[in-house]
Structure formats: structure tokens, C-alpha cells
């Protein structure tokens, strides 16, 4: 649907007019009205205004979660052989979610207007992501659509099992850091105020820790506008700047070099592409199209930009085991199957052995990264308190010592 436009003109005779007229450019539009003997003074593109359900949209996304369930149960209807625009109706009257709703009633118009339904996702790539539709494209050429959507349920499946793994491994250390910082806020703005009094009252020169704990607990209580607003300043900008290519590149390799935690985002990037890749492989999808969309779905904009060389280094001819065995980012176990797979003509078949070894490192780092962080935690929670406590206590043992 072309854009409507907002126009102000005069006519002949000297007369103010104005309008709205459909084109696919403001200079159309200037020669529709020249040609209708119109002298235009301005055009400007017409804001359709939002409806206030459309700023929320994001509570009504749809999810890979979604995906799954949706992708099953229209396995089982096309299995069953129903028709394509049966099984969409079917599947819209069932979901719950509006979103979905609304791109399916479309996607059903469009199937039944001609179009393959590759295709119709296509046309909603905010709903069904590029891997989604080249799946169904490869199962309608191949006559298994109905095995593909399954297969696609399950990788979805599993992406979900895996963000939920790593939520969980980040859930602790997110709480018991909140909790130190608060803990800290309120000993310096109420516990320690009440002890300035008594600290004055003993005339003698205060310890070190003491005199650092009342100047925080001071500036805290003055400037603690300044500060959040610095704060608020500072997190607004790096939400910025990881909108970015260049800040999501940053932040992703960032990520990678976290103690602990970089092993874990390494092992989800690899099992990621080792998955995302074997499945594409097994229903027909060739090479250089696989890797194309296995950039999109790594998670990582390192390991995305690294799959992007390797896909060109594949195209010149280079095989893709020789091509990734150049960087650190995949184990040479990865790239020995690869190499084994390249060899036997099935490549699908051993990554998909690495992908099921790869989700048990996830799930073994998990439980590590638990086990590992909680007495880090632990340990920086009663360091933090611990010294607030004990610059608090040391004054007290000196005046004791002088009524001594």
C-alpha cells in the first residue's frame, strides 16, 4: 500500500487548497497536482497516529516458545492431511496470543490467494524469522513439510530449554549483587548518620576506614540526585550504544571474556550453530544458504561476523572445516568432526552429534557456574558489609579503651 501524503497548494486563481493523496513519492505527488493546474507550496508524508495498544505491543510478542508450540501442532495437522488453509484456521481459532492471531488470519488470505506459504511467512519476518521460512521453503520443495515443521518445533524447543538454563545461572548473582548494593545504600544513609554524633562526641582523631565510611555516607546523603542521575545517564548510554553494530560487537565479545561465564556463552554459540546448521543441511538447504542464516541465529555478533568470513572462504572453495579452524572460537573437537563429516558427505549427521554434546556442556556449565559463583558472591557480600561494619566498630573500640 503506497504512502499517503498531506499537501497544501493554490490554485489558479490564487485559492488555498489542501488534501491527501496516495503515492509512492513526494515528487508524484507534485506532478499529479501540477498536472491537475495546481502551484503546490508543501507535501509532507501523513503520521498515522498510534492506537495506545500498539506502544505496549511488546507484552504481546511473539515468543520462541510460541513458535514451538505452534510449529507442533501444525505438524500434526498436515500430518493428518489437512489442508494448508484448514490448518492455519484451526491453528488461529487455538492460540492465544493476538500477535499471532492477527499474522496467521493474513498468512491464511495470502495462501489462499496463491501464495506458497514459504512465502506468506515471509512476508511477517518480525513473527517467522529467516531460518522459519527457508525451512518451510526447503519442506515444501521436498514434499515433508510436515516433518520439517517438527523438526523446527524441536530446535525451538530446545532454544527455549537453553535461555531458560542460562536465566537461571544469572538469576543468583543478579539478586545477591541488587542485595549488596542495597544493603550498602541503606547502612550509609541510615545506620551511619546515627553514629556521626557519638563519633564527634569522642574529640579523637578517627581511623582511616571510619573517616572514608562517613564522607561516602555524607556524599551519598547530599548528592545522592546527582548520583542516580549519573547512574540513570550512564545506563541510558550503553543501552544506546549496544543498539549499535558497533556496540553489540563490543558488548558480545565482552561476553566472551567473562571468567566463568565467557565458557558458557562460548559453548551456547556453538551449539547455536551446530544445530542451527545440521538441521537446515538434513531438510535440503544448501551450504552457503545455511550459513547465511546461522549468522542470524548465533546469538553472538563475534561468532556471527566469524561465520560471515567462513561462508565467504567456502564460496572461494575453501572447506568450512579449513575455514573456522583458524580462530579460537571453535575447539578443535568441532572442527575434527566437521572435517569427518566433509569427508563422509554427512555433515548434518556430525554436527548434530556435536550439537547433543554441546547442550550437555551447557547443562554441566550451568550447574558449574552456580556452584562457582554463589561463594563468589557469598564471599564479595560479606567483604562489602564486613568493612562497612568494621569501620563502624573500630571508633567504638577506642572509646572504650579511653573509659578504660
Known amino acids: 500500500m503506497a504512502p499517503v501524503f498531506e499537501y497544501q497548494a493554490r490554485s489558479k486563481s490564487g485559492k488555498k487548497v489542501n488534501g491527501t493523496i496516495s503515492a509512492d513519492e513526494p515528487s508524484l505527488v507534485a506532478s499529479q497536482l501540477k498536472e491537475q493546474g495546481y502551484y503546490v507550496t508543501s507535501v509532507d508524508q501523513k503520521v498515522e497516529k498510534k492506537d495506545v495498544g500498539e506502544y505496549f505491543s511488546f507484552l504481546n510478542r511473539v515468543t520462541i516458545n510460541d513458535l514451538a508450540v505452534f510449529s507442533q501442532q501444525f505438524s500434526v495437522l498436515i500430518n493428518a492431511g489437512i489442508s494448508l488453509v484448514d490448518a492455519i484456521e484451526l491453528l488461529n481459532d ?26 506468506a511467512f515471509k512476508n511477517h519476518s518480525d513473527v517467522f524469522p529467516p531460518l522459519y521460512y527457508q525451512l518451510i521453503k526447503a519442506g515444501e520443495a521436498g514434499g515433508r513439510l510436515d516433518t520439517v515443521l517438527a523438526n523446527l518445533a524441536e530446535h525451538y524447543e530446545r532454544q527455549e530449554e537453553l535461555k531458560n538454563k542460562v536465566k537461571s545461572a544469572m538469576y543468583y548473582p543478579v539478586v545477591v549483587l541488587i542485595i549488596a548494593v542495597l544493603a550498602v545504600i541503606g547502612m550509609l544513609m541510615f545506620i551511619v548518620p546515627q553514629f556521626v554524633g557519638m563519633f564527634a562526641d569522642m574529640g579523637a582523631e578517627l581511623p582511616l576506614p571510619t573517616r572514608i565510611l562517613l564522607m561516602l555516607s555524607n556524599f551519598l546523603q547530599n548528592y545522592w540526585w546527582l548520583l542516580g542521575g549519573i547512574l540513570a545517564v550512564i545506563i541510558f548510554a550503553l543501552l544506546q550504544y549496544n543498539k549499535t553494530a558497533k556496540g553489540k560487537l563490543f558488548f558480545d565479545s565482552l561476553k566472551l571474556k567473562i571468567p566463568i561465564m565467557g565458557i558458557l556463552f562460548k559453548k551456547i554459540a556453538i551449539s547455536r550453530f551446530s544445530g542451527t546448521l545440521s538441521m537446515l543441511l538434513n531438510s535440503g538447504v544448501d551450504l552457503l544458504a545455511g550459513l547465511g542464516i ?111
Open 94 to 119: 487455538q492460540t492465544n496470543n493476538k500477535k499471532l492471531q492477527e499474522v496467521l488470519r493474513e498468512v491464511q488470505e495470502e495462501v489462499e490467494t496463491g501464495s506458497s506459504l514459504s512465502d
Open 294 to 404: 546461522v549468522e542470524e541465529v548465533v546469538g553472538n555478533d563475534v561468532y556471527s561476523q566469524f561465520i560471515t568470513e567462513s561462508r565467504i572462504k567456502v564460496r572461494d572453495g575453501e572447506s568450512l572445516s579449513a575455514s573456522i579452524e583458524k580462530d579460537d572460537l571453535f575447539p578443535n573437537m568441532v572442527v575434527h568432526m566437521l572435517r569427518i563429516g566433509e569427508e563422509t558427505g554427512q555433515i548434518d549427521q556430525l554436527l548434530q552429534k556435536v550439537t547433543d554434546f554441546y547442550d550437555r556442556e551447557v547443562e554441566s556449565a550451568v550447574e558449574g557456574s552456580i556452584s562457582m559463583i554463589e561463594p563468589l558472591m557469598i564471599v564479595m557480600l560479606a567483604i562489602v558489609v564486613g568493612s562497612a561494619v568494621i569501620a563502624i566498630v573500630l571508633p567504638m573500640f577506642d572509646m572504650f579503651q579511653h573509659i578504660q
